[in-house]
């Protein structure tokens, strides 16, 4: 895995850009500001009254037949997805979007000129850390009605893969892969919307295109080209010729990709799943996606990362290798078995450590405690999450091996659920206040199958021994 920056960015100066709406057929302007640390993205209607803020969260979805709509209160943002992919391409976090109108400019009907707008305001790195969200397990969501699925697993990167059927003879199955946002520009952000036939001329009927032309759609031609089609297309588009390309489109523009309709969807997703609000590491596996489906699964993932977080749940992956595992332990703690109760650490900063148990039969305390029915003493879950401390604060000096741990106090302990055989333990510490001489105060919590199962405010004092 290549290097992750994780602070948070914004642009530098502001942009503008005008077209019009696709739906609308209003003429409007969006303008990208910078946003202060932890923004996220915020839509600002700047023609309404109060210029009222709509930021870019799944809840905030009301429809999604044509384009992904946001509503807040009175206001309204229409067809956010391109201006949101552009956003999430670039990592860039925060930024506030403003429109004198409810729909952004269809431009090309890609992401393209709102990417190199983003790019010509430059982009600022900022302080504050990025939250992201590290997926560790399996999460599928499927539309029974459509057969439409999205499936997420763990991955190094944020990666997006859609897979389209249209079962049509002219727009069959086609794929497309995203494998790191930094292709985001050179592979999706010039996909261009598109739209069947038939389709279409039921948006033109209905006056629900008024924005559209022939510049910015790829139309599927799935139907005979009829005279009267084909006059009404030469005069809604202000075209002196109509024609059907070999490949089944209409000849207003020719296709970027071979597959550029199933990278256009991949577009559409990574804009609406934007709307979870916060950065994903993972690998996104869309299959028959659309902005229903996209949407509900963003609401979906935020809502099981709120949960997690208001948890507070380590984030980890077991599989991977550790950052010291058992024996690089014992080169910093003077603990030996059987009272060396961890066996790996995954993460550690200045301020926090991760590190885990593996619980089996075999612990020396099960023949006791209880024959019959084994649970781990909740006083060893408690030295285990402070042995997990000691790497935090053993890891502040050059010679780990010369220091000896002592409790100075433990207080607000509480037992939420039994540990058994089988069981691996999650801890996680964080400092309460900076080590000082010597001296570490932390919060630790334990956790076993991402539930709560121990938390205790322990204190700890590093002492060099006499032989050293």
């Not at 209607?45 to 905030?60: M, T, V």
């Not at 190199?116 to 302080?127: C, F, N, S, T, V």
């Not at 999205?150 to 897979?163: F, N």
């Not at 261009?192 to 559209?212: A, D, S």
């Amino acid at each position: 895995m290549g290097e992750i920056n994780n602070k948070q960015t914004t642009i530098q100066n502001a942009v503008s850009l005008s077209g019009t709406g696709l739906h609308t057929g209003k003429e409007v302007t969006l303008t990208f500001k910078p946003a202060p640390e932890n923004t996220g993205y915020v839509f600002k209607r700047i023609d309404l009254e109060g210029q009222p803020e709509i930021p870019a969260k799944a809840n905030l979805v009301t429809t999604t037949e044509r384009g992904t709509r946001l509503e807040k209160g009175e206001a309204s943002i229409q067809t956010s997805e391109h201006v949101l992919a552009a956003c999430v391409g670039l990592e860039i976090d925060n930024l506030i979007i403003e429109l004198n109108a409810e729909e952004p400019p269809i431009m090309d009907g890609s992401s393209i000129a709102f990417v190199e707008a983003l790019e010509k305001a430059g982009i600022q790195e900022q302080e504050k850390e990025r939250e992201e969200y590290v997926v560790t397990e399996v999460m599928t969501y499927k539309d029974e009605e459509t057969g439409s699925e999205i499936t997420l697993l763990p991955a190094d990167e944020y990666e997006v893969i859609s897979m389209i059927d249209f079962e049509t003879e002219v727009l069959g199955s086609q794929n497309a892969q995203l494998k790191k946002l930094s292709n985001f520009k050179e592979e999706i952000a010039k996909a261009r919307t598109f739209v069947f036939l038939h389709e279409l001329e039921v948006l033109l009927e209905h006056g629900l295109i008024k924005g559209g032309d022939l510049d910015n759609a790829i139309v599927y031609v799935d139907k005979e080209l009829s005279e009267e089609t084909t006059a009404k297309l030469k005069k809604v588009f202000n075209k002196d010729k109509v024609s059907i390309r070999p490949n089944g489109t209409l000849d207003n523009i020719e296709l970027h990709y071979t597959n550029e309709a199933a990278r256009h969807k991949l577009l559409d997703v990574i804009g609406d799943l934007a709307l979870v609000g916060t950065r994903i590491r993972g690998r996104v596996i869309a299959n028959k996606p659309g902005h229903k489906i996209n949407t509900d699964f963003a609401k979906e993932l935020e809502r099981k990362i709120r949960i997690e977080r208001r948890k507070n749940i380590p984030k980890i992956d077991l599989n991977k290798p550790p950052i010291k595992d058992v024996t690089a332990i014992q080169k910093m703690l003077p603990h030996r078995p059987p009272f060396l109760l961890i066996d790996k650490i995954f993460e550690l900063t200045d301020s926090c450590v991760i590190g885990s148990k593996n619980v089996t039969m075999n612990e020396y305390f099960f023949e006791g405690h209880f024959p019959g029915a084994p649970v781990m003493p909740g006083v060893l879950i408690v030295e285990a999450m402070a042995q997990t401390g000691g790497i935090l604060i053993l890891s502040t000096v050059p010679d780990p091996e010369n220091y000896l741990t002592y409790f100075m106090k433990i207080d607000k302990v509480k037992f939420k659920k039994k540990v058994v055989p089988g069981d691996t333990i999650i801890f996680k510490c964080d400092l309460i206040a900076p080590i000082r001489r010597g001296i570490c105060h932390m919060h630790g919590k334990a956790y076993v199958n991402n539930e709560l199962c121990a938390e205790a405010e322990l204190m700890a004092q590093i002492v060099k021994t006499k032989n050293s």
